[in-house]
């Protein structure tokens, strides 16, 4: 998929940069921190003042950056998924999305709120964990491509990320429900993985040949 890109961006720490080109397509040198970069771009596209949802004006330094589908559910951290929200919109949204949250707000009284909320999530739980409907995420299918999991090229050794919290989370999501995955992987048009990464090495553990994979068609990763 192509992400939403400024015509101009630059960011550089400790020798690593990543930077739009003339041709539109975002470089990134050094593995860096994926999700900063995201939302770094998304403030610079969006703005950083006003809230998406109530359109309040915020502080920058207090301004919270929203997933429109939910992390929970296969929401990527992209661009085209990060929006500015007010930390009261972002913490009532929470695992919904944009669509489904603009009709909650609708709704006037606490107790209708809760009743919808509870609904959409329960609704979205059948869909993750259920045997028969793949992937099952709260996300547009036509994002996703499914890769060979040889095809995708790490940054380093991740022997550390294997204890982490994630790592066993995902492995264990994989078990439980049928080799499903819990999110797609990120990476950018030359198969290096750019958000994932436990999910990733928690599906070649478990012996998968092929995971759900976001393409970013317009970022390009330049090798150490
Ligand atoms: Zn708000």
């Known amino acids: 998929m192509i992400i939403e890109l400024p015509r101009n961006y630059t960011r550089t720490s400790k020798g690593r940069y990543a930077r739009v080109r003339s041709d539109g397509i975002l470089e990134i040198k050094g593995y860096g ?17 006003v809230c998406q949802y109530c359109r309040r004006e915020v502080s920058p330094s207090k301004m919270t950056i929203d ?32 669509a489904e949250y603009r009709v909650m707000r609708t709704l006037s009284c606490k107790a209708e709120k809760d009743r919808f909320y509870k609904k959409r999530i329960a609704e979205k739980n059948r869909r993750k964990y259920s045997q028969h409907i793949k992937p099952g995420f709260d996300i547009p299918l036509e994002w996703i491509d499914y890769w060979s999991v040889k095809k995708i090229k790490t940054p380093r050794d991740s022997s550390e990320r294997r ?31 750019l ?4 999910i990733y090495l928690a599906a070649r553990d478990e012996k998968l040949l092929s995971i759900p994979v976001i393409v970013l068609e317009n970022v390009v990763v330049l090798d150490n």
Request: one cysteine or more; aromatic letters at 10%; a positive charge.
């Open 33 to 49: 921190d994926f999700y900063k970069i995201m939302s770094d771009i998304t403030y610079v596209l969006k703005g950083r003042k």
């Open 67 to 98: 997933h429109l589908y939910p992390r929970e559910f296969g929401g990527v951290s992209i661009t085209n998924n990060l929006g500015p929200a007010c930390a009261n919109c972002n913490r009532e949204k929470a695992s919904l999305n944009e």
């Open 163 to 193: 204890k982490s919290k994630n790592y066993h989370k995902a492995r264990s999501f994989i078990r439980k429900n049928n080799y499903k995955i819990p999110k797609p992987v990120v990476v950018s048009k030359n198969g290096v993985l």
């Open 195 to 198: 958000e994932g990464k436990s």
